[in-house]
């Protein structure tokens, strides 16, 4: 395993792990709901890509709300291509761990996905999520066009006023456009309904988030 010196910023190209060309192979079905979590998906579903700590209690924040089709864990917003649980770890990818949802807007919002997101965590923290330290566990939103990230843009600013008037600090999400999701290792996916006891990091700031 590579070990990296400083988990608290995000490599360069030329510093990340070279990784690989050929994907992960998963089952491609979805443990909870037998739906495929690849594409295509069914038409009229939109999708966006959401970083908020350790993907397994998110992905499961997810698949739990209504209108939403599909999820799947894996990795964004770094360098390393197709990379590994065990290199993103490393803080040598620039990865961070996230949940791609796919979701019918005729049920469910964006912004009422995003005020989920935004309520299960903490967006202030940096390279980190509570004692999950690290850039794999960085705030993040990727969206998929411009019309998601006016969207995306006006939830930040009305949730920062709300974490203002309660003395918090400043919102650290990183929002950019997707550019490609690594889909994580088949054990990963829907871990916490394989797994009902496992680790869950999940933990929000107590403030509501405004939208939605």
């Not at 910023?9 to 909870?32: C, F, M, N, W, Y």
């Not at 069914?42 to 599909?70: K, N, S, T, Y």
């Not at 309520?119 to 390279?127: S, W």
Request: with cysteine; hydrophobic share 35%.
């Amino acid at each position: 395993m590579w070990i990296t010196e400083d988990k608290q910023t995000i490599p360069t190209a030329q510093d990340s792990l070279p990784g690989r060309s050929e994907a992960v192979k998963i089952s491609g079905i979805h443990h909870v709901n037998g739906r495929s979590i690849v594409a295509p998906f069914p038409a009229g579903c939109e999708e966006i890509v959401l970083g908020l700590g350790c993907f397994w209690g998110a992905e499961r924040l997810f698949w739990q709300l209504p209108g939403v089709m599909a999820t799947a864990v894996g990795y964004a917003g770094g360098h390393t291509p197709n990379p590994t649980y065990e290199e993103t770890c490393t803080g040598k990818t620039g990865h961070t761990e996230v949940v791609r949802v796919i979701f019918d807007p005729t049920v469910i919002g964006l912004p009422e996905i995003l005020r989920a997101s935004f309520e299960a965590h903490d967006p202030t923290q940096g390279m980190r999520q509570g004692n999950d330290i690290g850039n794999q566990y960085r705030s993040a939103i990727f969206h998929v066009d411009e019309a998601q990230c006016e969207i995306i843009e006006k939830g930040l600013a009305d949730y920062q006023q709300a974490l203002d008037q309660s003395g918090l600090g400043r919102i650290t999400t990183e929002v950019a456009p997707l550019t490609e999701f690594y889909y994580a290792e088949e054990y990963h996916q829907q871990y916490l309904a394989k797994n009902p006891g496992g680790y869950c990091g999940l933990k929000g700031t107590g403030i509501s988030c405004p939208i939605g």
